[in-house]
């Protein structure tokens, strides 16, 4: 893969922020193989030093698989919520068998979560998944990116219980009194680039050290390098410049996910 280092070029809200040179946007949460090659490559001319890609069933763990270079794309192996609810036992069982086989290259397991808005009847499904997938991140160490559409409560109860303490909040959407509990347990709240009082309320009442920044793309957004406006967001809010907000986030991404240093390309 090319390794292209421009300036950032995007047109920013306000000249008051001005980007002097950032270099390492860092995307703790997207799909890349539904953005594919030529995506990954966009990304990366725009400044995304590196990205997690995530899997939501076993064909895109595999598609993700394709891009791994654990440089620029690193990979969680998972299951999305949505598609876990048809999730028999012998296709939890293979995912199982294809994440171990896979267990020294991958990052981590996601995406995995809970998520209410398929009723209460696919929930019980979803909860053997889950369960599952967690003691599995447990016994291999490894860290987790999860999923809690209105089910935040009881998947941060499930998580603290268990003792897990690599919890990356994908899409954290919670109250400040649920993203307290999360920084409290050291888990990682993610701010995905869509500006929101709710939101900018949760990041200026935690640490800067537990805030992680997503594309979710291309779900929640379009392109990885879109972090850039979760960064405005919490540059901002924290009141330092964009520029520290993305060298901090960055290192916060690296140290978390224990992405080896060696392999990024460093400022
Ligand atoms: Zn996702």
Redesign the pocket.
Known sequence: MEMLKPKFDAKLKEDKLILKQITRLADS???LDLIGKDGIAEALRHNVAFMLT?G?TMESNDKNLSFLDNVHVFVNMGI?PQNAINLNDAHLGALISNIKINAARITGIG?IGLDNTYGEESMNRQRVVFDTLVDLSIKMQKPI?V?ARGTLDEVIDILHNKGHSRVHL??FEGDIMQAKKAERLGYMVSIPPLDSARRRRVIKEIAIDNILVES?SP??SKSPQEVISALMMISEVKGISLDRASDIIFDNTRKFFSLSQKNIMMR
């Open positions: 949460h997207c799909h995530n939501t999305d995406e990116s999923h994908h899409f979710d779900a929640a």
